[in-house]
C-alpha cells in the first residue's frame, strides 16, 4: 500500500513509518518538522494548522502522491503543554480537519490517533471500556482536541461515508522518544535524569497509576488496523490501544533506577492540571477484531528503553546536559498551574 502518515517526525509516526516500509509498503510523511532520528522514508514539510482554502490534490493545494490511506498522527501531543497554551488545541482540530478534508476529497480511508485522555480522570471504573467516553466531560483542552478529532471523524463517516479507525493510545515510551528538549516524555525524563545522577518529581503523587505501552506494542496494533482497515475486515470502530495493565509511575522511576543501577531522587507532588492519575485500557476491542495481544510488559520495555536510551547518548554524547528550557512541554513552568486537592 502507498501510506500517507502526518505527524511523521514524532516518536509514533518515525516508527510506524520505518514498520511499514519494513513490511514493504510505501510511505509518504508530513510533519512540520525535520526527522531528528532518520532519513530512510520521505517526507513533506508543512505546517497542517493553517487555515487553508479548499484544496484537492493534497492540503493548501501542496500535490501529493497518490495514496492509498491515511494515518493522522500529526498534533500537539503533550497534555499539560495544551493546558498552558489552549490555542494549540485548536490547531490539534484545525489539523485533523485538513486531514480530513483532504481524505474526504480524495475518498481515502483514515486512521485517527486519539487519546485515552477523551475519558478523563474520573476514577469511575477498574478498566475503560470504549463507551465509557463521556464526551459532556472534557478532562483538560488536550482532552477536547481529542474529543473534537473523533467528533469530526465520527461525522465524516456519517455524513460523507469516510471509512475510519480511531486508536486512543496510553503513554508509549521506548525507541524515537528522547528528543526532551522538545518534548519532555516522563519515560525518556527519568532516564536522562537518574543518569546525570539527578533529581525526579513524581506529578501524581505515589498511587499515580497508568497503562504504558512499550512502542513496538502500540506499532503493532496499528498495522494490523490499517490492514484491516485496507481490507474492510474492520471498518469505523473505536479501540483502546495500551499493554492492558496499571503500573504506578513510582514503580516505573524505580524499574528504571535498577536498570541503570541508581538510586532515584524522587520528590512526589500534586497532579498537574488537566493530567489523568488512574488509567487502565480494557483492550477487548483490540484483541477481538485485530488479534491484538501486546507482548512487551512494563519492566521488560523498561530494559529495552534503558538499552535504546544509552546506545543513542553513547553516539549523541552532545546531549548530555540539563533539560532545562521545553518549549513545547515546559519543565520549568510545569508547575504554574495545579490541580486542586479536592479534584484528584
Ligand atoms: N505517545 C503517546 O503516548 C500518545 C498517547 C496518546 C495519544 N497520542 C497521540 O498520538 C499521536 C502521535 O504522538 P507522538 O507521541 O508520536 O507525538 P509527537 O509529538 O512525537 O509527534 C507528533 C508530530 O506532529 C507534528 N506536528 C505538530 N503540529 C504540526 C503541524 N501544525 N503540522 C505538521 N505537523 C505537526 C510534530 O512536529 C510531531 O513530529 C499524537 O496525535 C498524540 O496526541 C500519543
Given amino acids: 500500500m502507498r501510506i500517507l502518515v502526518t505527524g511523521s517526525s514524532g516518536q509514533i509516526g518515525t516508527n510506524l513509518a520505518l514498520r511499514l516500509r519494513h513490511d514493504g509498503h ?6 512540520k518538522r525535520l526527522n531528528t532520528w532518520t532519513d530512510d522514508f520521505p517526507y513533506l514539510l508543512q505546517d497542517l494548522a493553517g487555515h487553508y482554502a479548499p484544496f484537492r490534490g493534497g492540503i493548501n493545494g501542496v500535490e501529493y502522491p497518490e495514496v492509498d490511506l491515511v494515518v493522522h498522527l500529526a498534533a500537539h501531543a503533550k497534555v499539560h503543554q495544551l493546558v498552558r497554551q489552549p490555542h494549540r488545541a485548536l490547531e490539534n482540530a484545525v489539523m485533523t480537519f485538513n486531514v480530513l478534508e483532504y481524505a ?12 485515552r485522555e477523551v475519558y478523563g480522570d474520573v476514577h469511575r471504573f477498574e478498566e475503560y471500556p470504549e463507551q465509557a467516553a463521556d464526551f459532556a466531560f472534557a478532562e483538560s483542552t488536550y482532552s477536547a482536541s481529542k474529543i473534537a478529532g473523533e467528533a469530526f471523524i465520527y461525522s465524516y463517516a456519517r455524513c460523507y461515508g469516510l471509512p475510519y479507525l480511531v486508536f486512543r493510545f496510553s503513554n508509549v515510551f521506548g525507541r524515537f522518544d528522547n528528543d526532551l528538549n522538545r518534548m519532555v516524555r516522563v519515560i525518556p525524563l527519568f532516564i536522562h535524569s537518574m543518569l546525570r545522577d539527578e533529581p525526579i518529581t513524581i506529578y501524581g503523587g505515589r498511587d499515580k497509576t497508568l497503562d504504558f505501552t512499550y512502542v513496538d506494542d502500540c506499532i503493532e496494533g496499528i498495522v494490523r488496523g490499517i490492514e484491516a482497515l485496507a481490507e474492510q475486515r474492520v471498518v469505523n470502530q473505536t479501540i483502546n490501544l495500551a499493554y492492558g495493565q496499571g503500573n504506578t509511575l513510582v514503580h516505573c522511576a524505580e524499574r528504571i533506577a535498577s536498570e541503570l543501577g541508581a538510586t532515584p531522587k524522587m520528590t512526589l507532588a500534586p497532579s498537574l492540571l488537566g493530567e489523568v492519575t488512574h488509567y487502565v485500557a480494557d483492550l477487548s476491542k483490540a484483541r477481538d477484531l485485530l488479534g491484538y495481544d501486546p507482548q512487551v510488559p512494563l519492566d521488560e520495555g523498561i530494559a ?7 546506545e543513542y547518548r553513547a553516539a549523541h554524547p552532545y546531549e548530555d546536559v540539563p533539560i532545562t528550557a521545553d518549549h513545547e512541554g515546559s519543565l520549568r513552568d510545569a508547575g504554574a498551574v495545579w490541580k486542586s486537592a479536592a479534584t484528584t
Avoid at 510505501?26 to 510533519?31: I, L, P, T, Y
Avoid at 529495552?304 to 544509552?310: E, Q, Y
Fill in 104 to 115: 474526504r476529497l480524495r475518498h481515502l480511508p483514515i486512521v485517527f490517533s486519539s487519546s
Fill in 26 to 31: 510505501q510511505v509518504f510523511g508530513v510533519d
Fill in 304 to 310: 529495552r528503553a534503558v538499552a535504546w536510551f544509552r
